[in-house]
């Protein structure tokens, strides 16, 4: 790249981190809290929270501080159809009292109860309410358009698919890996600009990915676009020329799942480009049909962040709900494993079931990580209508354990052992270090190969399964911060080209190579929650994660000895080779760690 090589300038100034979603600042976090004890309020509350077939489901809605209700009603359909006033109701109760302490008030609970329904059915509801003044209100309405709030659950497989579980994730920029012929890849302007990765330069590393361990690509958006990220499409069921073709996709997937990996694409079901052709229609004419897949008010119109380049869908609207249920059950028939879904917070819960339930009954073994950034509670909503959300709060934790020095040993182990329990095993939580949309773990830590190797360790000893953002395990950083120093943020500066040949990092590879096979061979034996052996110094931390299996580390820059529950350990993976085990003691180098087995 023309940008200029990276000198210790660029190592002055860099951010401890930013997440990217809703609630990435304090000041969002509590709004986000605050409103929650305003108006109607359902969150897709549901007893139980994963619904089985043939089983009532007891519907929760929260009323705020602000509303006095007199009556309130489930309004739901069976049979593929959105409720209305004419659909089926059911009335809800005034079943407790709540004390709203962000509001310092009280508000309640009402329930009512949808009948039990048979296997497979997806029910459709809506909450209604009137009011003590006589008006009409729906829970968790539209902000921008006001429409009421649409609710769904499906009756279906509730289980994630096992191979999920298993599997070793590779987070592919599909521009930014690898073109054919073994040529290297354009030298871009400027990280914005296309690069040259193809479909077929990521075919022909399959056997690099196969030889590090990886068992599941995670492809980048590969739809027609007019940005070299892809995250706004114009066309949902067609491949990106630049890239390759449908023919270069499904041959790719083919020889993927003869070397035994599986493929998930990036899928952003929440907005589209605004040259998609639906939306330049209803920019152009109110009175089209493609008016109704987007949120219009006026000449304005709801879009991803407020960015005007990318309109949100109406995914609530039978339009663009079937739009996009269709492109994706299409590429599933093509056979793709499943999906990464890009900003699974904006659609609604209603549009997540109704996506499983078009996804699974083509590919029950079909998997569906959603990309949410909210707390746990909010991520644990997601049980039954995803198999899966991306382990963001385990990310800031690793980060501010390993990066940044933010937390102890205690607090992060402490973290671990309530992170873990608190989900239900029917949400799978992948882990990362880093990925597109924030600094690269390497840079956060001013290139400290030692960092990253401690973080990966971790990382791969806990029960998620692990996700490797292309290059990460060569050695690839960056050039900038994504903080730049005029107060902008350009999220494309960890989107550096990945390096092949002498330019990776042959120890960092090695290490990457050994870490794999050894998750692999433990697997079966982690513990769904890490417990906390040793916290004998702030700087260093055993955890038991697994039978007669210990992970040990010392984040500190000074050599330390930490003791053992057993003497017949061996030691199973090191990040270093001057950590040794002795009568129950092991002896760590500064920022080293290693895995430790019963003999």
Known sequence: M????????????????????????????VQDLTAAGTGLRHRSRTVPAVPRADEPVVIECAVGADVSVHTAEVIYTTDGSLPDSSSTAVPMRLHATDWLELNWTYGECWRGQIPPQPEGTLVRYRIRATTIQGDTIWADPNAHSGEAGLFAYWLGDSDPPAWLREAVIY?????????????????????????????????????????????????SPLFPSPTHHGYDATDYVSVEPRLGTQQQLQALIEEA???????????????????????????????????????FSGDTYQS?????????????????????LDAAGYWVRLGVDGYRLDYAMGPSHAFWAAFRSAVRTINPEAALIGEVTGSAAQLATYEGRLDG?????????????????????????????RHFRYFSARLVLPSFLDNHDMNRFLWAVRGDVRRLKLAALLQFMLPGPPIIYYGTEVGVTQIRDLQHPDGSRKLEESRTPMVWGPDQNADLLDFYRLLIRQRKLIRQRLNAVPVVVALEDPEVLVLG???????????????????????????????DEGIDFDASMANLPPLSGCLLVHR
């Not at 002055?12 to 969002?28: W, Y």
């Not at 590393?205 to 599941?216: H, I, S």
């Not at 991803?304 to 996009?324: C, E, I, Q, S």
């Open 2 to 29: 023309t940008e200029g090589p990276i000198g210790p300038e660029d190592f002055q100034h860099v951010t401890q981190d930013f997440i990217f979603g809703d609630l990435s600042s304090n000041e969002s976090l």
């Open 171 to 219: 987070q592919i920029f599909v521009d930014r890996f690898a073109t054919t012929g073994g040529a290297s890849l354009r030298d871009g302007e400027s990280l914005a600009d296309f690069f040259g990765g193809t479909i077929d330069g990521v075919r022909e590393r399959l056997a690099y990915l196969r030889e590090l361990g990886v068992t599941c690509l995670w492809l």
């Open 257 to 295: 799942h003869a070397l035994g990996m599986r493929v998930l694409l990036d899928f952003v079901a929440n907005h589209c480009s605004d040259q998609h052709p639906s939306f330049r229609q209803a920019l152009a004419d109110p009175e089209s049909c493609e008016r109704a897949m987007f949120s």
């Open 304 to 324: 991803f962040f407020d960015v005007g380049t990318m309109p949100k869908f109406a995914l609530d609207r039978a339009p663009a709900m079937a739009y996009v």
């Open 389 to 417: 959300a991306l382990d963001f709060l385990l990310l800031q934790a690793l980060r501010g354990f390993v990066a940044f020095d933010l937390i102890d040993s205690d607090a992060f182990g402490r973290f671990l052992e």
């Open 545 to 575: 994660v697994g039978p007669g299996m210990y992970v040990a580390v010392n984040r500190s820059r000074v050599y330390k000895s930490v003791s053992l529950p057993s003497e017949a350990l061996t030691i199973a993976l090191s990040t």
